[in-house]
């Protein structure tokens, strides 16, 4: 038997290392590559800057993944495009996710979603011009409106809303179907005498607005039990805090919690991964939006009634949720 020296051993184990490291570059990451198209909202609204932070987060993180964000009327649209296969990710309300799983308007049948997460929560804003003395919701009747972009939250919210102060939508109110930035710049210029938007604390559209107009928000937590009384117990009652955009008082509000959405087709891998990566680079979330920094695990289960996806369960169970 042939004895084998030191060094020779040394450059067998070398060797074997370097085939192992080949190997593992070779078979690539443990997801399948491809595009990860991420459907948003507007721009100047939360979604749209929540998205661009996840998609600089899958940028470095999950090279084989291909992210882009695209700009969207939101929640209803982008449970319609998740459910075409036209985008991998949607951001959604949780009303709205609530009849996509069901079927109910405005979805002509069920969509084949499940959720990745329970992210962080929409604050309903009616904001309006102090110079329009505008104090209540009954008081919208004849004023030049936006109701939000066609098939976002925003519209299914300002919707169901108005009818309990009395208001149908198409003949008491001008209403136009605008996204946040333009409805803002509108509310600017005093071509509308008020917006609604249903997005995070501080929304950017409307901080900006608050620089340069005089503006306020009107109370709207009163409607609260009538809401859930109609819809469920999605909606809560909430707070606008002075700190969100510098104004005198806070303002009570309704909210309702935001999800992110997949089709229930989306790779059990691809889940497991996009929701990993989220909670490992939650800092640079919240380095792109104060939003971000709500990101937890422990609310992030409670996506009812839609299901969370395979690869977020694995997830959950993973982290010990």
Known sequence: MVPVMPNVRR?????????????????????????????????????????????AVYRDALP????????????VENLRLVAAGTAEIGFTTADAASDAYTGAAPFSAPLPVQALGRIYENYLHLVVRVDR?????????????SVGAPASGTELFATRLLP?????????????RLAPDIAADAVAT????????????PTGAIASLTRHTAIAL??????????????????????????????AVPTPTVGVA?????????????????????????DQLAAMHPAGSRLDRGSA?????????????RYYREAKV
């Open 11 to 55: 450059r067998t184990l070398l060797g074997a290392a370097a085939a192992a490291t080949l190997a593992a570059c070779d078979s690539g990451p443990d997801y399948p590559p491809g595009p990860l198209r991420i459907a948003s909202g507007g721009v100047g609204g939360v979604y749209y800057t929540y998205a661009e932070g996840m998609a």
């Open 64 to 75: 084989g993944l291909r992210p882009t964000v695209l700009t969207t009327p939101a929640s």
């Open 133 to 145: 003395g505008i104090n209540d919701v009954a008081e919208l009747r004849g004023r030049r409106v």
């Open 164 to 176: 309990l102060a009395g208001l149908d939508i198409a003949r008491d109110v001008r209403a136009e």
């Open 190 to 201: 005093g071509r509308l005498d008020a917006m609604f938007f249903s997005g995070g604390i």
């Open 218 to 247: 009107v109370e709207l937590g009163s409607y609260v039990p009538r809401l859930r009384s109609l819809y469920g117990e999605v909606y809560v009652e909430r707070t606008i805090p002075v700190s969100a955009y510098g104004l």
């Open 258 to 282: 935001n999800y992110l959405v997949v089709s229930r087709a989306m790779d059990a891998q691809v889940g497991y991964a996009v929701v990993r990566a989220l909670f490992e680079h939650r």
């Open 301 to 313: 289960v409670n996506t009812l009634p839609l299901p969370l996806h395979p690869g977020a369960v």
